[in-house]
């Protein structure tokens, strides 16, 4: 087990950028497949993007590629979300999890395939 915080939301215009981090607590770091959720109350947690174990592989959804870029330093144990361009639909309650089983990368992107959790925080893309 692995215990996730996740900070640097805030508020952001549109066309603005953030980054996220996720701080890990624990020495074995590197042995989690690492991503990001969000959430929007009264909605299901979302996939935004994941993270191989030394970075080897990166997965983004749809609608976030090209604009957010997912990286770790397992030196650090921390992990980024680099979010640019940013748009009004963005705003949620990001999360980042981990996980330290071995899948196919598409399942990555369902929550149930993570087992820790960060606390989330919120991003706020005003128009």
């Known amino acids: 087990q692995v215990q996730l915080v996740d900070s640097g939301g805030g508020l952001v215009q549109a066309g603005g950028s953030l980054r996220l981090s996720c701080a890990a607590s624990?020495?074995?770091?590197?042995?989690?497949?690492l991503g990001w959720f969000r959430q929007v109350p009264g909605t299901e947690r979302e996939f935004v993007a994941a993270?191989?174990?030394?970075?080897?592989?990166?997965y983004y959804a749809d609608s976030v590629k090209g604009r957010f870029t997912i990286s770790r330093d397992n030196g650090k144990n921390t992990m980024w979300l680099q979010m640019n361009s940013l748009k009004p639909e963005d705003t949620a309650i990001y999360y980042c999890?981990?996980?330290?089983?071995?899948?196919?990368?598409?399942?990555?992107?369902?929550?149930?395939?993570?087992?820790?959790w960060g606390q989330g925080t919120q991003v706020t893309v005003s128009s």
């Open positions: 624990g020495r074995t770091f590197s042995s989690y497949v």
């Open positions: 993270i191989g174990w030394r970075g080897e592989w990166t």
């Open positions: 999890a981990a996980d330290p089983r071995v899948t196919t990368v598409s399942m990555r992107r369902y929550p149930n395939m993570y087992n820790d």
